[in-house]
DNA sequence: CGTTAGTTTGATGGTCCTCAAGCACTGTGG
DNA sequence: CCACAGTGCTTGAGGACCATCAAACTAACG
């Protein structure tokens, strides 16, 4: 048998795994007390922007943490073609996911940074097909498709959750595809640090002011589909317009509206005020 | 991803939404007796490449189809923003699914050929944001969300399938990304030519010959981002290089193994030889 | 028979790539 | 301490690729 179907998900368990709301007021597993905020995921944080999470969700959620890893800057993680075995929810650090072309140009699809899931696709369907770097040392926590699939039936809001953060994930992958096809080199880098952004502000670290940002030139320049030097070019230009800096790990932007202007930049996509699962 | 771990109607009320047994054996909408394996949809042709699907399973799939519905070639039949009630399965004709901007170009995400699902995640999430333009009239099944579930409750494995193809839809929207940010334009068509034909030959409607296509040289620019003059250029090329000839809503191919060269082509993702399910 | 949609070709120019080179900073080893 | 290499940033010059403007051509259609 093909390994893509080597491990059934058990839909209809999953499903049907539904138990009565007061289970739900039940912590049957974590010892201690509750959590307070500030011990809180980057996850934790995201999700919790979407949806009202309860002390259970909340106790699994965090469960889901617990197998610690490391990975140093610049060695793959994952290579194109291997299978994963296991995903990954990002603690601290960056990522980017790419495919590399017969002719040695690469295509980053997408970055990921604290509270992002790696691999989920690929550890639920064994589809997956690009490389995983991380940009910088980073902090993980491995996720073995067992506990995904354990945690998804004890509480299936978490999973909506989660399953709605990454189909956001793909929305973004869908506007970049957009950004590449449709906008020139300026209002493509600024819609980039504008998402970036967004992204960031969302597990607190960064804001309408700026974020540190550990990417090089080059790193920019395969995102978004240009040559190294041109990227360099248009940093200059957005920075002599008055609209953004990114020097020394850090951008800062300057006039955030006249930027969204210039990226078209619709954050509604992305941004939500409040919790949408009460 | 998986939209369809995620209900955002509560679980309780997806079960009760379960109908007995033998309620499929019931056609109310569709007249006419049991189906021969002649009449299976092109989603099910699909389907039966990657899997081997019991009678159950097959027969639950065929339920699927019971709305049809036809749509005019032009009319969006989703507009951006708007939320989805329903998902479609194409069973004949072409439609697009593009993004509009603010200045007017549109960048068109992908094609979807008979056999494809059509708002499959816009409809478990409510997270779409992309309209859909039928090419040409096209006739597809609708298929409500609770329809849905209940197959997926009923049919695990069925579950699997169509999600695994939702998924591989997803690896050719990054494909197609790759494509945009780092091909140049014969390369880019190329590629796009052949996975089109690979697409296609899945349900039976193309081979490595060359298979009917209505597309205009406008969607092709929309959805390679080019200018529609240029890829009459590009088209021109590919043809006076004795590789692929598109005329006359026909796709020609004359020398597919340089066009898969020139395309660096990796059929891989797309070509499975037989039922990977048994 | 004019209108509209789609295709084709030419001319011109802008965006962005490539090649080339210099600079700043860091770490390494003699 | 200094030479050296490595990484990342910066700037210039020339040219390829592709967009834009303009216009002719075909086919379909009322």
Redesign the interface.
Known sequence: ??P??SQ???????????VPADFLLLDRDTPGGPMTSAEHSPLTRKLSAFVALSEVELAVLERLHQRRRSFAAGRDMVHQGQSAQAAYILSSGWVCSY?L???G???I?DFQVAGDFLG??SV??R?S??SFEPVVDIEAAEVLKSDLLDA?SRT?RL??AI??A??????M??????G????DADARMAHFLLELGSRLALVGIGSKEGYDCPLTQYHLADA??LSAIHVNRVLRQLREGGMVTFREGHVTFHDYGRLVEIA?FDPA?LDQTGPL?K
Do not use: C, N
Not at 9 to 18: C, D, H, K, N, T
Not at 180 to 183: A, E, H, L, S, V
């Open positions: 048998m093909h893509l179907f059934q998900v058990p839909y209809a368990e999953l499903i049907q795994s539904s495919k072309q017969a002719d140009t690469r295509q699809v989920l696709r639920l369907l589809t097909d690009h998804f299936p999973a909506t399953l709605w990454a189909s956001r994930d793909e929305a992958v869908v506007e970049h595809l957009v590449i096809g449709r906008r978004l589909g078209e996509y699962l």
